[in-house]
């Protein structure tokens, strides 16, 4: 049996976090599917920068093509553009080149994050 993925689905839409799970041999179909898009940008932190108070990297998978829809969004003063559209963080990169499971609760992620 494959171990599930820690990640938080963040609903603009909702303006709310949700913890999920996800199986590693069908993360893409399931980002396409839970992010509502057909293309998907990973978006990768720095160290203390986006999550400042865990000082880990998270990755966002996003729409890639999320800049040129206006759906509702979110930003955080670590990032440099609002994010359009739901969203899935997860862990850095191991040193396989796999995610890893978040660490940052959600509530940390609530209270790091605002809505546009």
Not at 76 to 102: C, F, K, Y
Not at 103 to 108: K, L
């Amino acid at each position: 049996m494959t171990e599930q993925l820690k990640a938080l689905l963040i609903d603009p839409f909702n303006r709310d976090v949700y913890p999920i799970e996800i199986d590693p041999r069908n993360q893409l179909s399931f980002m396409y599917v839970n992010i509502g898009c057909t293309h998907v940008e990973a978006i990768c932190t720095q160290d203390g920068q986006w999550n400042q108070r865990s000082h880990a990297r998270i990755t966002l998978y996003v729409d890639e093509e999320g800049a040129f829809v206006r759906h509702p969004g979110f930003t955080h003063p670590g990032l440099a553009d609002v994010i359009r559209g739901t969203a899935i963080a997860v862990g850095p990169v191991n040193d396989d080149g796999e995610d890893t499971d978040i660490t940052v609760t959600t509530q940390a992620m609530l209270a790091m994050i605002r809505w546009e």
